[in-house]
């Protein structure tokens, strides 16, 4: 009899990586993947503590799940990642949601097979949070489902405190992969015929391998100098720790893509030091400057949070002005949600949540439409899409360009891991559509 694992992932793309880990454990144990709750005999919640609302839609999901549990009592429930990392949080989990099976935070990830034995063997609930910075795995397997992209851990763990910020909490320090595991774990996943990398970290910039020293623009560097066609990216950058070496090792490199993910969070000074980002508003659009210095073609994202505690018209108006002057492709915007334990959830003058609405949609109106303008302005253009995945919807096609932009065609071929010269025909927000040329 065939036994079947169906994972549900909430939050960032480390989290995916990290659902692609429990699949490869999962495997292990002779489980396939299924697409439904319904025909699992393994249900996995990986979930996010980032903002409430990620919180609160996974609660829902888990909620859901009691009456599928009560008719098919030998199904294991797990939930994982940063939600039951938070102080207090597993043990709330277990109150709330009794039928659930396995709870395990985000640094005993690699001990699933254990829980899942333990539970088999009859033990009434698994509860499973390990305190402290955590250990740096190796030679997991990864069930990946992003061909033709892999996500590739460089860094776990956040030393930044950024005040409004759960990560540091739920992920521990910082720490760093040797530059010679991620380095055959690429070669690897090229010869696999994976086409695209995308190196992950809360914090890539502060790379720096344990033994030998080796930091992020050399990192870099050493991969984009491997042979074959393929497309370097990472996630993310703190602007605080983004230098001219690193702008130098992505104009360099015919692999690194010209494009950067550099979140902003406000224009304001007086929010920004209260956020404890580390710079001011004029430092970031100086690395912006530096970098179309280096790749006047470069396109800079952002994340943006409005109604951070104490932010007043005057600080938003701050926002959007730098919002103008940076001119971003495109930009996550963020209401600020108070988070339980961090520095800024004590702070006085939380904002209005009618104010922060206000704010948010002044702030959307402008981010749309600069990256109206980007998306438009490649009309006319061909550009180079690596081909992802087919939407049925629509009956086309899939793939980003360099810069991040979705592109759309029709083709009687399967082209996924292909890349494909599209000639743009149509822009609509961040997406383009086009024809493939020769
Ligand atoms: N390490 C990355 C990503 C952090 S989470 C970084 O430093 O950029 C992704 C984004 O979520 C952040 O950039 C921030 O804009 C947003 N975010 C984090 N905590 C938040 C909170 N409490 N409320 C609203 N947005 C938040
Ligand atoms: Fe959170 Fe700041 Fe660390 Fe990013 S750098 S994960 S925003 S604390
Ligand atoms: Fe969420 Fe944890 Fe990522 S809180 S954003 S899943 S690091």
């Not at 109604?307 to 971003?328: H, I, Q």
């Not at 919807?393 to 071929?413: I, P, V």
Request: hydrophobic fraction near 35%; aromatic fraction near 10%.
């Amino acid at each position: 009899m065939k036994k079947y694992f169906h994972i549900v992932t909430y939050g960032c793309q480390m989290n995916l990586h990290e659902s692609e880990k429990i699949a490869g454990l999962l495997s292990e144990l002779g489980y396939e993947r299924c697409d439904s709750l319904d025909n699992a005999d393994i249900v996995v919640f990986n979930t996010c503590c980032i903002r409430e609302n990620a919180e609160n839609h996974a609660y829902g999901n888990i909620g859901m799940l009691k009456k599928l549990k009560a008719a098919k009592r030998d199904m294991i429930i797990a939930v994982g990642g940063c939600l039951p990392q938070q102080m207090n949080k597993a043990e709330n989990l277990h109150e709330k949601f009794p039928y659930v099976d396995i709870i395990f935070g985000t640094h005993n990830l690699h001990k699933l097979k254990e829980y899942i034995a333990a539970k088999q063997h009859g033990k009434k609930a698994v509860i499973a949070i390990e305190e402290g910075d955590g250990v740096v795995c190796e030679g997991e397997p990864a069930d990946r489902t992003s061909y033709p992209n892999a996500w590739v851990n460089i860094t776990y763990g956040c030393n930044n405190f950024c005040s409004y910020c759960i990560v540091p909490y739920v992920r521990g320090r910082e720490r760093s992969r040797e530059f010679k595991n991620v380095l055959e774990e690429v070669k690897t996943l090229l010869s696999d015929g994976y086409k695209e990398i995308t190196l992950l970290g809360q914090n890539v910039n502060s790379y720096a391998s344990p033994t030998d020293g080796v930091r992020f623009p050399e990192l870099i560097s050493e991969i984009s100098a491997l042979e074959g066609k393929f497309r370097l990216r990472f996630m993310t950058s703190h602007p605080k720790d983004f230098s001219e070496d690193l702008a130098k090792a992505m104009a360099d490199s015919d692999k690194i893509c010209h494009c950067l993910h550099l979140p902003v969070q406000s224009g304001s000074d007086k929010i920004l030091r209260a956020m404890n980002r580390k710079y001011t508003s004029a430092d970031y659009l100086k690395k912006v400057e530096l970098l179309k210095k280096y790749m006047p073609d470069c396109a800079i994202t952002t994340d943006i949070i409005v109604g951070f505690p104490g932010e007043t018209e005057e600080d938003f108006n701050a926002t959007l002005r730098l919002v103008e002057e940076a001119n971003f492709a495109s930009a996550f915007t963020f209401v600020y949600s108070r988070r339980a334990g961090t520095k800024a959830a004590e702070m006085p003058d939380q904002i209005d949540a009618e104010v922060s609405k206000r704010r948010i949609m002044q702030l959307i109106e402008l981010v749309n439409s600069q990256t109206r303008v980007y998306s438009a302005a490649d009309v006319g253009k061909t550009v180079e899409i690596l081909c992802e995945g087919y939407d049925e919807k629509r009956g086309l096609y899939l793939g980003r360009t360099e810069y991040g932009r979705m592109g759309y065609f029709a083709s009687e071929n399967n082209l996924i891991g292909e890349f494909v010269r599209m000639k743009v025909n149509q822009a609509n927000g961040v997406s383009l559509f086009g024809d493939p040329v020769e």
